[in-house]
């Protein structure tokens, strides 16, 4: 999971969504950065996001990757619709 609020998603707003959704696999992986990084990955990853008053707001695929860091599927959250690559 991608933190698309800089100023919100930190390590320890992370670790309280892991806990509170029990999500203690090890195949889960959170990641924060900086505003222009977070940016940059969203435009590559084509990911679109925008701030609606104190909120981010954004899509709702998910993407999965295999082991060597390659796309092999996506997912609309919403309706599970699935493209297999």
């Known amino acids: ?8 998603d930190d390590a320890p707003a992370w670790h309280q969504y892991r806990e509170t ?3 203690t696999r090890s195949n889960w992986h959170f990641l924060i950065g900086t505003r222009a ?3 940059q990955t969203a435009r590559q990853l084509g990911f679109e996001f925008w701030k609606y008053d ?3 707001m954004h899509d709702t695929r998910i993407l ?6 390659n ?5 609309e959250a919403a ?3 699935t493209t297999l690559r």
């Open 37 to 39: 990084a977070v940016e």
């Open 79 to 81: 309706g599970y619709e």
């Open 1 to 8: 999971m991608i933190g698309y609020d800089p100023d919100r």
């Open 71 to 75: 796309l092999v599927e996506t997912r």
């Open 64 to 69: 999965y990757f295999d082991e060597r860091g």
């Open 54 to 56: 104190e909120h981010v």
């Open 21 to 23: 959704r029990h999500l």
